[in-house]
């Protein structure tokens, strides 16, 4: 019989990896539909079977749960991790919106703020993703309204343009310097081969990359705008070379782990959390941060 691995970082059950979160119970939903569970066509692709109805998936492990005992939770996080940040995001309020009205209920979003940027060529790259994700999955009726009533629906499965209306107690965890954004939404494969390096290792990345580098940082920061500063908001933006830092136990909560002023990931998000204290801060520009850690 295989041994099931051990979850670690804010998934870990050992009080010294996870401090705030260690006793709690924990559900981890694998990510099967390709739309941040948002998908809902009646229609089935005849040429591979496959349903794209995400969030009919969602619906059933939540109405799962809830039967389970979540109808009473006292404290409740959803937390993902890249589609799974932007799932957090996307589905926040309707989260809350399901727990018993006393419940101290928040979201937490993990390299997940995607953000609607050109790539090195100039072109929409980014965007017309997210157009055919929406398109593909039938996702626009999952989306508020409050957004695709004014925009395109696919512009509004970035987040950008989401978090303004989200009214529970959002955190957002990420990196200014994105590397899954900056591999395929600035520099996507094939677009330059002289970037071959710096897409993969910060470190090889010329001057003149850099400067290119320090333009997205600036966007993804412009795009977080007034939306980061709300009272119930929680931020933790570093200038790491990294995508998903909440899953892994060195990133997570570790002697070494990288930091915002005193305090670690775990830390802000625990603080956060239980309102011991809030937490909104950005780091200064790469390479000033010495507590990164790249993946």
Request: glycine share 8%; proline share 4%; net charge negative.
């Amino acid at each position: 019989m295989a041994r099931q691995a051990a979850f670690t970082g804010i998934l870990s059950n050992a009080s010294d990896y996870n401090p705030d979160f260690y006793n709690w119970n924990k559900v981890k939903v694998r990510y099967c539909d390709g739309s941040s569970f948002t998908g809902d066509k009646e229609e089935v692709d005849p040429s591979t079977n496959v349903h794209y109805r995400g969030a009919r998936v969602w619906q059933a492990v939540i109405e799962d749960l809830l039967a389970k005992g979540m109808n009473k939770a006292k404290n409740a996080l959803i937390s993902g991790c890249s589609a799974g940040g932007l799932t957090s995001i996307l589905h926040c309020d309707r989260f809350h919106q399901l727990l018993p009205a006393d419940a101290n209920v928040k979201c937490l979003s993990d390299a997940g703020f995607f953000i609607n940027v050109k790539d090195i060529t100039g072109a929409n790259h980014a965007e017309a993703f997210f157009n055919d994700v929406v398109a593909t999955h039938g996702s626009a009726k999952n989306l508020p309204s409050s957004c695709t009533s004014k925009l395109p629906a696919g512009v509004c499965f970035f987040p950008q343009n989401e978090v303004q209306q989200i009214q529970t107690p959002l955190f957002i965890l990420n990196a200014a310097y994105d590397s899954w954004q900056v591999r395929h939404i600035l520099v996507p494969e094939g677009s330059d081969p002289e970037w071959r390096g710096c897409r993969d290792d910060i470190t090889q990345c010329s001057t003149k990359q850099l400067e290119t580098l320090q333009g997205f940082r600036d966007d993804f920061l412009a795009a977080l705008g007034a939306s980061a500063s709300a009272g119930s908001r929680g931020l933790f933006v570093n200038s790491c070379f990294a995508h998903c830092q909440s899953e892994t136990q060195d990133i997570w909560f570790a002697p070494a782990s990288p930091a915002l002023g005193d305090r670690r990931i775990a830390d802000a998000v625990g603080d956060w959390f239980y309102s011991r204290s809030g937490f909104q801060k950005t780091d200064c520009p790469y390479p000033c941060d010495s507590t990164c850690y790249t993946n």
